[in-house]
C-alpha cells in the first residue's frame, strides 16, 4: 500500500483542523501586531471574567479558567480572525439562571453545574455542525434578542445592588429583589455605596471622553489603589481577597441525573445564543477585513471551545464583542494573538492572582452596572417601536418574560411569539385585486381594491405561497371577491408569480375551488405560474382540466385574450 505523501497529511489535518493554517500560511511581519493585540487582550479581560463569575456565584478562578480554555482551542477550528471567545455577560446570566434554585449557594456545586451546562451546549452546538443547521439561530430574531438583552440587563443591574448597597439579599428573582431591597435601604453601608457610584460614573465618563480606553481596566486599578491607599477594608468596604493561583486542571463534572435533566432547555438556549452571537460577531469582523466566514465552522469551533471549557473547570462562552473590539483595533492579524491571550493569562494565574486581593468588590459591581446599560439597545428599540409596532410588542413580552419567568423562559416566550406571529402572517398574507394602469399595466394599486380588474374578469394576486395554513384562507377570499362583484365574473384570474409553493392540502383546496368556479359558469385562469406550481397542477389533474389555454404568461395576456372572447361573443351574437 502506498504511503500518504506528507503534502496530503497535511491537507487531511487542515480540514480537520482548520487552525493549522495558521502557522502554515503565517507571515513573520504579523507577529508584532499579534503580540500586542494578544496582550491587551488579556489585560483587559482578567477584571471583566472575575465578574462574570461572581454572577453564577462562581469563586473567581472559575471566570479565568473560562476564559484560558476557549483561547486556546477556538483558534484551531474557527474561521475568523479576529474573535475572542470567553466569557459573556448575556450567557452568563443564562448560566446563572439556570444553575442557581440547584446550587443553593454551594460554589463547588455551581461550579460542577456551570461545567456541565458548557458540555452540553458544546456538544449540542457540534451536532448542529455535523448537521449543517446553522439557520437555526435565525429563529431568535431581532426583536426578541432586543427583548432578551433588555431583560438580560436589568436582572444584571439587579443582580449588582446587593454588592452596590453592601446588604444581604435573600431574592434571586428581580422583583422580588427590588422589593426587598427597598425594604433594606436602612441597611445600606454609605462608604460603598458612595465608592460604587463614583466608580459607574468614572466609567460612563470614559466612555464618552475617552473611547479608546478600556474602562475596566481603570477602574481596577483606581479601585485597588484607593482601597490599599485609604485602607477601605477597615472601613467596610468588602475585597475580592485571596483566591488560589494556577492553571485549571481536567475534570469531568459530576452532577446528579435530575440535575442534567433539568440543565437540558437551559444549555439548548445557551447554544442558541451562543451561536447567534458568535457568528453575527464573526461576519462582521470578517466584512471588515475582506474576507468571508464559515457559518458551520464557527459553530464547530464555538462548540469546541465549549466542550474544552466544561472539560478544564470552565463554563459557556461565546464571541466577545468587547475583547473582539480591542483585538482588531490592536492590529491583530490572525488567531495567534488569541494563543497570546492565553499565554499571558496562564501567567497571570501562575504568578500574579496575589494582585487582585484588594480589588473591592464594588468595583467589579461597577462594571457590571455598566455592562447592563450598555446591553439595552435604545436606538434600536426605538427604530422597532417607531417603524414595528407589532415587533415592539414582541421584544416587550419577552423582556417581562425574562424578568418574570428567567431568562430562558423568556427567550421562548418570545420565539413562540415570534413564530405565531410568522403563522399569522403566513396563514393571512396581503393580497389584492389588480387595476389597469394607463400605460403602464395592470398593478396592485393598494387600498381600497376595485372590485373588478376588468368587466367580467376579476385578477387576483395571493402575496404568500399556498400552504395548508392559508388554503382555506385563500378560497374564502375568492368567494368574497365574486360575492363583492358588482357584474357577473366569467372569468377568475390568478396572479401567481408570488405563490411561490403549494403543498398537497392546497392543491386539492384549488382544485376543490375549480369545481365549484365552473358550476357557477366562472372559468378558473392562471398567471405567471412558475415550474413547480404548473408540475404539482399537472400531478394532481388541475392543469388538464384547465387547460393549456387557462394559463397564460402575464395578467395582460390574459386579459387582450379575455378582451377578444368578448369582442368575439358580440359580434356572433346579431345572426343568432
Not at 50 to 65: S, V
Not at 193 to 205: A, E, M, Q, T
Not at 242 to 258: H, I, M, N, Q, S
Not at 496 to 511: G, P, Y
Request: hydrophobic share 55%.
Amino acid at each position: 500500500m502506498r504511503e500518504a505523501s506528507p503534502q496530503s497529511r497535511t491537507s487531511v489535518l487542515a480540514r480537520l483542523i482548520p487552525g493549522v493554517a495558521l502557522f502554515r500560511d503565517y507571515r513573520h511581519e504579523w507577529l508584532m501586531a499579534d503580540l500586542l493585540a494578544g496582550i491587551s487582550v488579556c489585560v483587559v479581560m482578567i477584571p471583566s471574567v472575575i465578574a462574570y463569575a461572581g454572577i453564577m456565584g462562581l469563586p473567581p478562578q472559575y471566570g479565568l479558567y473560562a476564559a484560558l480554555v476557549p483561547l486556546l482551542i477556538y483558534p484551531w477550528f474557527g474561521s475568523s480572525r479576529q474573535v475572542i471567545v470567553g466569557p459573556d455577560i448575556a450567557i452568563s446570566l443564562l448560566i446563572a439562571g439556570a444553575i442557581g434554585p440547584l446550587a443553593l449557594g454551594d460554589p463547588a456545586h455551581a461550579a460542577a453545574l456551570a461545567a456541565t451546562l458548557a458540555l452540553l451546549s458544546g456538544l449540542l452546538l457540534l451536532l448542529g455542525a455535523c448537521a449543517k443547521i446553522g439557520a437555526v439561530a435565525d429563529f431568535l430574531s431581532k426583536p426578541v434578542l432586543v427583548g432578551y438583552m433588555t431583560g438580560a440587563a436589568m436582572i444584571l443591574i439587579g443582580s449588582q445592588l446587593d454588592k452596590l448597597f453592601r446588604v444581604k439579599l435573600e431574592h434571586s428573582d428581580f422583583f422580588p429583589r427590588l422589593v426587598e431591597l427597598a425594604g433594606k435601604l436602612h441597611q445600606t453601608h454609605g462608604p460603598t455605596l458612595l465608592f460604587g457610584l463614583c466608580l459607574v460614573g468614572l466609567i460612563f465618563l470614559l466612555r464618552r471622553f475617552a473611547r479608546k480606553v478600556p474602562p475596566a481596566l481603570v477602574v481596577v486599578v483606581i479601585a485597588t489603589t484607593v482601597s490599599v491607599v485609604f485602607k477601605l477594608p477597615e472601613r467596610g468596604v468588602a475585597v475580592v481577597g485571596t483566591f488560589p493561583g494556577g492553571l485549571p486542571r481536567f475534570v469531568f463534572p459530576a452532577v446528579d441525573w435530575r440535575e442534567f435533566h433539568t440543565l437540558l432547555p437551559a444549555a439548548i438556549g445557551i447554544a442558541l445564543l451562543t451561536y447567534t452571537e458568535g457568528i453575527l460577531l464573526a461576519r462582521a469582523f470578517a466584512a471588515r477585513n475582506g474576507y468571508e466566514v464559515n457559518a458551520d465552522q464557527e459553530l464547530a469551533a464555538l462548540g469546541f471551545a465549549d466542550v474544552f471549557a466544561g472539560l478544564f473547570q470552565g463554563f459557556s462562552v461565546t464571541g466577545s464583542q468587547a475583547r473582539t473590539t480591542i483585538n482588531d483595533s490592536a492590529g491583530a492579524k490572525t488567531q495567534v494573538a488569541s494563543l497570546v491571550a492565553a499565554m499571558a493569562l496562564g501567567l497571570f494565574l501562575l504568578f500574579l492572582t496575589p494582585l487582585m486581593a484588594h480589588l473591592p468588590v464594588v468595583a467589579l459591581a461597577a462594571i457590571l452596572i455598566y455592562g447592563g446599560f450598555s446591553l439595552v439597545e435604545f436606538d434600536v428599540m426605538k427604530r422597532i417601536y417607531r417603524f414595528y409596532p407589532r415587533s415592539a410588542g414582541v421584544a416587550a413580552v419577552t423582556t417581562l418574560g425574562v424578568l418574570a419567568a428567567g431568562v430562558v423562559a423568556g427567550i421562548l416566550i418570545g420565539v413562540a411569539l415570534s413564530l405565531l406571529g410568522l403563522i399569522n402572517r403566513l396563514s393571512h398574507p396581503p393580497d389584492a385585486v389588480l387595476a389597469e394602469v394607463p400605460g403602464h399595466g395592470f398593478h396592485d394599486i393598494g387600498k381600497p381594491s376595485p372590485a373588478q380588474t376588468v368587466p367580467g374578469l376579476i385578477a387576483y394576486r395571493f402575496y404568500a405561497p399556498l400552504l395548508f395554513a392559508n388554503a382555506s384562507h385563500f378560497v374564502e377570499r375568492v368567494r368574497q371577491l365574486l360575492a363583492l362583484s358588482p357584474d357577473p365574473v366569467r372569468w377568475f384570474l390568478i396572479d401567481a408569480q408570488a405563490i411561490t409553493d403549494i403543498d398537497v392540502t392546497a392543491a386539492e383546496r384549488l382544485q376543490d375551488l375549480h369545481l365549484e368556479l365552473s358550476k357557477q359558469g366562472v372559468t378558473l385562469k392562471f398567471a405567471h405560474a412558475n415550474l413547480p406550481l404548473r408540475s404539482i397542477l399537472e400531478r394532481t389533474g388541475l392543469a388538464r382540466e384547465i387547460c393549456p389555454d387557462g394559463f397564460f404568461s402575464s395578467v395582460h395576456e390574459c386579459i387582450v385574450a379575455f378582451r377578444a372572447e368578448n369582442a368575439s361573443e358580440k359580434i356572433v351574437q346579431p345572426g343568432r
